[in-house]
């Protein structure tokens, strides 16, 4: 697929670097430093380049969004019409200071991108997932973690989920694109447990339901 990063930082940077190494085309852009953006490209191999975020997002599938919260009008109308596109949020809403979510209870950071995106099929993802395990790669965790995500179109999803998949996650369908007022706030749980408890900031969420094999296990 051809994937769009809008803002390449950490996320973008590190989400970039993933889907050019199991195979997609990757335009990155959204720096203050054009330089930045071509040494990215060059270290995602020979199929990734650097763009501004019209001429990224024009011939893209997907549009990945990962730029600060209070860069988000910004950089989507840089990117011109999404109509019809794929448009991965990973942004969380949070304040400048970083410290607390800006929006939230009865709707949230996804819903204010779906209705600026206009016509693009928004899903929440990622956002739960810090850079840092993107980086080191899912092996560093004892178990598989889970990457959650939320739309509301199915078509848009389902590419969501075999994108999740690819990169090593378990994509765990958490519902309709409300459903990411949930998962800005498990974010800054993520965040706490990452940079605030515990030595190193590679953590995964894992989501476990009643399977098959526990109520065997448990007829034994
Ligand atoms: N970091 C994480 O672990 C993580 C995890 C989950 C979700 N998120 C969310 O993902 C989004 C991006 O986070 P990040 O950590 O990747 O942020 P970041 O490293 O600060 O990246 C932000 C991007 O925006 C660009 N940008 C363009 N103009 C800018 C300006 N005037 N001021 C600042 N940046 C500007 C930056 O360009 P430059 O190259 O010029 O810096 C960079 O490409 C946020 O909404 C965050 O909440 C982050």
Redesign the pocket.
Known sequence: MRIAIL??????SALGHLFASVGHVVAYS????PK?LERLAKSSGPRARAASPADAARDADVIVL????Q?VPR?LRSAGSLRGKVLID?????TPSDDALAVGHRTSGAEIVARRARGAHVVKA???????LLRAGVNVLPEQPAACYCGDDVRAKRVTARLIRQLGFEPVNCGALTSARYLEPL?MLV?EL?YNQGRRPEVGLRVLRPGRCRARRARR
């Open positions: 803002g390449s930082g950490n996320m973008g959204f720096s203050r430093d930045k990962t730029v600060l919260w860069h950089v990973c942004t969380n809403p949070l990622f956002n739960t997932t810090p850079a840092e974010a965040g990452a």
